[in-house]
């Protein structure tokens, strides 16, 4: 039987918005990042780490990464993984720019491609203040 608009209505995911209460934007095609590698910081349930600060990487950033347990720096091609490196923008984990950002080594913030569940880690003014231009 046919679906009808209803039920394809019913499929469709849930529009996302950013921190700012807009549509949220793309972070990042090359390298292509998202949670769900589609190139933007949306979320869900199975998003456990909450992927949704998209964030322009540093060097700085990425030592307190790897300090942390988590080397964003190295290539894991088994992942499909290219590693990054300084001005790479990429959606990372909202729990993880908060303890950077705690710990004087977050990186700037791309408002309009984060998505607002991020602000159940971080404050608005903290992002805000991490601003890119």
Do not use: I
């Not at 394809?8 to 793309?26: D, F, H, K, S």
């Not at 992942?79 to 950077?100: I, S, T, V």
């Amino acid at each position: 039987m046919p679906l009808d608009d209803t039920d394809a209505n019913r499929r469709r995911p849930a529009p996302q918005y950013n921190v700012l209460g807009g549509t949220l934007e793309t972070c990042s095609l090359d390298p292509m990042t998202g949670f769900t590698r589609n190139g933007c910081c949306e979320t869900g349930p199975e998003d456990v780490g909450s992927h949704t600060v998209c964030a322009e990487v540093t060097a700085e950033f990425l030592a307190f990464s790897r300090s942390q347990g988590n080397d964003l720096s190295t290539p894991r091609p088994e992942y499909g993984f290219p590693g990054l490196k300084p001005g790479d923008r990429w959606c990372l984990c909202a729990p993880r720019w908060q303890e950077a950002f705690l710990a004087g080594c977050a990186p700037r913030v791309a408002l309009h491609a984060t998505e607002a569940a991020a602000l159940q880690h971080c404050a608005l003014e903290d992002l805000q203040r991490h601003a890119l231009g």
